[in-house]
């Protein structure tokens, strides 16, 4: 059954699944619902996955105050949670628009945070996705077999490394969770004032951070994981061959054991 926290008044939704040491999951979206995310290849088996709808996303309620939904002011409910769990250190994994509000997280609380992964991030300190590389990854993939019937589904295969029975049931799957509000995007990704102050901030997180993307990705690519991989002293990227932006639907092995083997360094 799900928990939840009530932070500013908003009901915010957790559920927790697993064994092992605590892993903080955060979904996509913005507005994803964190069920999205299912066990990530299995990883439930060495954590206890910690699973967080984010404000207006899921199973959360919808403040008020639109400006309280923005990852950088979302970062507060990780804290608010972590405090919640009794937990000294929290490990992180966060999945596209999320690893935004884990990020903000690591850099104002890097005390708090134990190891932070990062899978197929937009970007460091506002979403900065690199649209040519992204329009030529989509261009190369056009005419891959399950393409069109990927899109009759209203899918983007492009999404996925190949349009799979596993990525068919993860869409169909998707499709039927609660959807965001439609302000809820222009409301998350918040510009900084000073992204040099930003970037020296998450150059000051020397946490292990692990940065995870996909070759095939056509939603967030290569080149802006690298670029957030490289914003950390400590920061790591793998590249999963034949992977697109849901890696552990792809290869949920491959996936699992990188991540758990990361988290267990």
Not at 12 to 21: A, H, T
Not at 151 to 177: I, Q, V
Not at 197 to 225: C, M, Q
Request: with cysteine.
């Amino acid at each position: 059954m799900p928990d939840f926290i009530s932070y500013d008044g908003t009901r915010l939704f957790y559920s927790v699944v697993g064994q092992g040491p605590a892993l903080l999951c955060l979904a996509g979206g913005p507005g994803a619902d964190v069920r999205d995310l299912g066990s990530l290849g299995g990883l439930d088996e060495y954590r206890t996955l910690v699973m967080l709808d984010g404000r207006a996303a899921g199973r959360s309620g919808t403040p008020a105050d639109r400006a309280s939904c923005a990852f950088t002011a979302q970062a507060r409910d990780l804290e608010e949670l972590r405090r919640r769990l009794g937990i000294e250190r929290l490990d992180v994994l966060a999945h596209s628009a999320g690893t935004m509000t884990a990020q903000a997280f690591a850099a104002d609380h890097p005390e708090k945070l134990g190891r932070l992964v990062l899978v197929t991030p937009p970007g460091l300190v506002f979403r900065d996705v690199d649209e040519a590389e992204v329009a030529a990854i989509r261009a190369r993939r056009a005419g891959e077999p399950g393409s069109a019937e990927a899109l009759a589904a209203g899918a983007e295969p492009w999404s996925y490394g190949a349009w799979s029975e596993a990525a068919r049931r993860h869409h169909e799957a998707e499709a039927g969770y609660p959807q965001p509000p439609s302000w809820l995007r222009e409301a998350f990704y918040v510009h900084p004032a000073s992204p040099e102050a930003e970037v020296a901030r998450r150059a000051a997180v020397a946490n292990p951070v692990l940065v995870v993307a996909g070759s095939e990705d056509g939603v967030a690519g290569v080149g802006t994981p690298r670029r957030v991989a490289a914003g950390y002293p400590a920061g790591r990227l793998e590249v999963l061959p034949g992977c697109g932006h849901w890696p552990w639907v792809d290869e949920p092995a491959v996936f699992r054991d990188l991540v758990a083997g990361f988290l267990g360094d």
